[in-house]
């Protein structure tokens, strides 16, 4: 069982910055595919951005060049640094861990991101 707890969503102006934090308890965290999501209301839940230990990183094209994927398996945390933001950003974000052998996804608790001027 992994828990995960995500935390650094909030109100920002277009062009600002926001770093997504999401903290994992249980489990071998290093061995781990990592990632965010995001959903807006009525629409499906779509990939980010993920992480498999290697690493081997993958963006959205609409992220790519302005988002950062990043764990730190010392502190068993990922991270989304997320720099020029745009209003089409504005979403739920939902961290997850995928365990090895699995199709399993663990998944966060979500955190809003605004992005408004």
């Known amino acids: 069982q992994v828990q995960l707890v995500e935390s650094g969503g909030g109100l920002v102006q277009p062009g600002g910055s926001l770093r997504l934090s999401c903290a994992a308890s249980?489990?071998?965290?290093?061995?781990?595919?990592v990632g965010w999501y995001r959903q807006t209301p009525g629409k499906q839940r779509d990939l980010v951005a993920s992480?498999?230990?290697?690493?081997?990183?993958h963006y959205s094209d609409s992220v790519k060049g302005r988002f950062t994927i990043a764990r730190d398996n010392a502190k068993n945390t990922m991270y989304l640094q997320m720099n020029s933001l745009q209003p089409e950003d504005t979403a739920v974000y939902y961290c997850?861990?995928?365990?090895?052998?699995?199709?399993?996804?663990?998944w966060g608790q979500g955190t809003q991101v605004t992005v408004s001027s």
């Open positions: 249980g489990g071998a965290f290093w061995t781990y595919t």
């Open positions: 992480d498999i230990p290697g690493p081997i990183t």
């Open positions: 997850y861990v995928r365990v090895p052998g699995t199709n399993f996804n663990y």
